[in-house]
């Protein structure tokens, strides 16, 4: 407890000054920038210019700071910031819950990671304090029956006594929040902690029983969120993500443990949270109206943290943890799409900033949220802007008597060098915390880890370089994304691409070629109006133009490989993985192999009597059933036996998978189909010559059929 008090009277201060630090500058560079414009100029266009400009330059700078303090943080402290016991008291009452949600997600993949992530706790001599839960959210037929079979092969080699658990909910409202609130209603009386994984999210068992011991000796402290690294990246993108999350990460997450103390971030996964006041405290309410600003609330991770912290209970972001991992997206169309539904939850957040009780940190986080999209739309204004003064100043002549009744004229006045020296500057905002991370790899002699110094310097020109590139492009979707939650189109919920996907041409042209058309068009305007300043805008128009062909490029394995071969854009992670990496590259290269089932999903369930028999046990029961409902499936079932499995839709294989006693007896009913009826369920292998009855093998088990002997 008095770790956590010690840092609470700081905390109020360190807000006053970094706001000092941010606005004063901000309203600095904007009188400044008003200087800089041509004078005498447009004056609603110059004063709406310097406003927009303060308002990014102030937002840029916020990054610095942050990373400033982050800097000298590392530099003078490496140290956690909660204390842990040093020695631990055995208790029983001690069990934490170590849960996956997962919509869709690839199965073995999944399977892959707990199975990584328990035989880690394993060697820890602790697992007995743990459980591990696969909680699915999954609407497929396919993906259901997929997932269960996973997990029956993961326990089988995990052993029977596996601590290793698997949900599906059949009503997956509010999504992920609902997953985890639907968990806790059912099993969180059970522990006095819980772990969130993402699909993706890999957690070693050291840092896992390290969470727990700082939960424990800090009883103050609601949440703990880890600082994940980037992983398993192959992709040129993914792996200039990957190198950049590293170096720059440590830096930037101390920086915001500075700033926000026990208001820290939580960021939906690799965190550790103390349950009873989750419950307690965190049920998310929905919010009035039907739009997009309404209903669930999208981005929960950081409502929830906002509410534990409103409720007296601390937030802690931990990044001198080492040893929590996850996976980034492989392109950047998948980054893109990823973002479309984090702006609209974002936004959402618009109407929570004011909310009664929360911490001041974290309405400065609400805000950061909704500044990380709508900035995009302020320096899109800006450029716009600028660019109608400049075709203003080109076709308009100037007034050198504004006024009447003048002695002298008013010459137009442009300063070229100050308008250099400014953005210089600000050049030196946004690279100055490339240059800090840089320093402290040098520093603590961490720079052979990434290769060497030299790979450490070519890196980060590299990566600055291709960010200066794709700034515009994702400027002009973050643009498209704001706009369009502002007229009211919601985002679906989609799985995330994971793995090693590429952008083909026909995906580049169809998602940049509204920005290559732009660039072309605005461009050749301005520099048909105002050839001076189209050289000002080349760096925005170039990178427009070029996004087709980047977007694709930045997307294949083979770029990837290659600069992996010559070691740029290594991570420490990458040069020596650890043993849970390791380990989960082990099982992700034997598990794709394992299964030999004939039929996949639905049709496993129908077809094979080791599938069928598993999801049949792992159905709950529903008590008594309505005679419509029950004749219904009946009929639905001797559809599916006349017509076969091609003329069932989704929601019919949904329908006969939710039923134990339907599904059973689909199940013997295909095997006494005879002819072409059967043929059409069960295909050509178990039929003899031209014989019309099937003849399935004499030992046909799950365990044969899923995990090798």
């Known amino acids: 407890m008095r770790a956590v008090r010690s840092f609470q009277p700081l905390a109020p201060w360190r807000g006053v000054l970094l706001a000092v630090l941010v606005l004063i500058p901000s309203f600095i560079a904007s009188e400044f920038m008003l200087q800089v414009l041509p004078h005498p100029g447009f004056g609603l266009i110059n004063d709406s210019l310097a406003v927009l400009f303060g308002f990014l330059f102030g ?14 943080v590392l530099l003078f402290q490496r140290r956690s910031s909660l204390v842990e016991t040093k020695f631990r008291v055995e208790s029983a009452d001690v069990r934490t819950a170590v849960i996956m949600p997962i919509f869709r997600e690839d199965p073995e993949r999944v ?31 396919d993906a259901w029956v997929e997932e269960e079979v996973a997990w029956a092969a993961l326990r089988k080699r995990l052993g029977a006594g596996a601590h290793v658990f698997y949900r599906r909910r059949r009503n997956n409202t509010k999504r992920k929040s609902g997953n985890i609130a639907d968990f806790c209603r059912h099993w969180g009386a059970q522990y006095r902690y819980m772990v969130i994984l993402d699909a993706d999210s890999l957690m070693n068992g050291s840092i896992l029983t390290r969470l727990v011991d700082k939960m424990e000796a800090n009883p103050a402290v609601g949440l703990i969120q880890t600082l994940p690294v980037a992983v398993h990246q192959h992709t040129l993108f993914g792996r200039v993500q990957q190198f950049a999350n590293r170096l720059y990460g440590p830096v930037f997450a101390a920086g915001l443990n500075f700033w926000h103390v026990n208001a820290g971030h939580y960021w939906g996964h690799n965190a550790i949270i103390r349950i009873a006041p989750f419950m307690r405290h965190c049920g998310l309410p929905r919010l009035p109206g039907n739009g997009v600003f309404g209903g669930e609330i999208m981005s929960h991770d950081f409502v929830e943290a906002a509410l534990l912290r409103r409720a007296g209970w601390g937030v802690w972001l931990e990044p001198g943890l080492e040893g929590s991992y996850e996976e980034t997206p492989p392109t950047l169309l998948d980054e893109l799409k990823r973002d479309r539904r984090w702006a609209q939850g974002n936004l959402q957040h618009g109407r929570l900033i004011f909310a009664r009780g929360l911490a001041v940190p974290h309405r400065v986080v609400f805000l950061n949220g909704i500044m990380s999209y709508v900035s995009s739309l302020l320096w899109l204004a800006f450029l716009v802007l600028s660019s109608v003064e400049a075709v203003l100043h080109g076709l308009v002549p100037p007034r050198y008597f504004p006024k009447t009744h003048m002695l002298f004229p008013i010459w137009p006045v442009w300063h070229p060098h100050w308008a250099l020296a400014l953005f210089w500057f600000t050049a030196a905002i946004l690279f100055l915390p490339k ?141 020596q993985p650890p043993p849970l990496l390791q380990l989960f590259a082990r099982l992700r290269q034997t598990l794709p192999g394992v299964r030999r089932m004939d039929h996949r999903g639905f049709m496993a369930a129908v077809v094979d009597p080791g599938v069928n028999a598993l999801h049949c046990a792992l159905l709950t029961s529903r008590g008594a059933i309505g005679e419509g409902l029950a004749l219904s499936r009946q009929q639905l079932m001797l559809s599916a036996l006349k017509d076969g499995p091609g003329a069932l839709s989704g929601s019919d294989r949904l329908h006969l998978l939710s039923d134990r006693e339907t599904l059973m007896a689909l199940h013997w009913k295909v095997w006494a189909l005879k002819g072409p009826r059967a043929r059409r369920w069960l295909g050509d292998q178990y039929f003899r010559a031209e014989e019309s009855v099937p003849q399935p093998p004499a030992m046909w088990t799950l365990v044969d059929h899923v995990v090798p002997m």
């Open 435 to 575: 240059l800090l991370a840089i320093a402290l790899t040098v520093i603590h002699g961490e720079t052979r880890a990434f290769g060497g110094w030299w790979r450490v310097v070519l890196g980060v020109v590299m990566e600055s370089l291709l960010s200066a590139i794709l700034a515009p492009v994702r400027m002009l979707f973050h643009t498209a994304f704001v706009v369009s939650v502002l007229i009211g189109r919601k985002t679906s919920w989609e799985p995330q691409e994971r793995g090693d996907t590429s952008t083909s041409w026909r995906q580049a042209l169809r998602y940049h070629s509204f920005g290559t058309i732009l660039a072309m068009v605005w461009g050749g305007a301005i520099y048909l109006l105002n050839p001076s300043y189209f050289w000002w805008l080349m760096p925005v128009m170039g990178a427009w133009l070029v996004a087709i062909p980047i977007s694709v490029w930045i997307s294949r394995v083979g770029l990837g490989r290659a600069a992996q071969r010559v070691g740029l854009f290594a991570t420490p992670e990458e040069i």
């Open 59 to 72: 937002w840029i700078s916020i990054g610095l700071w942050i990373s400033i303090a982050g800097a000298v």
């Open 111 to 141: 399977c892959a990671g707990i199975e990584a992530v328990y035989r880690s706790v394993t060697d820890t001599g602790r697992l007995s304090e743990f459980d591990f839960f696969i909680l699915s959210d999954s609407h497929d037929a």
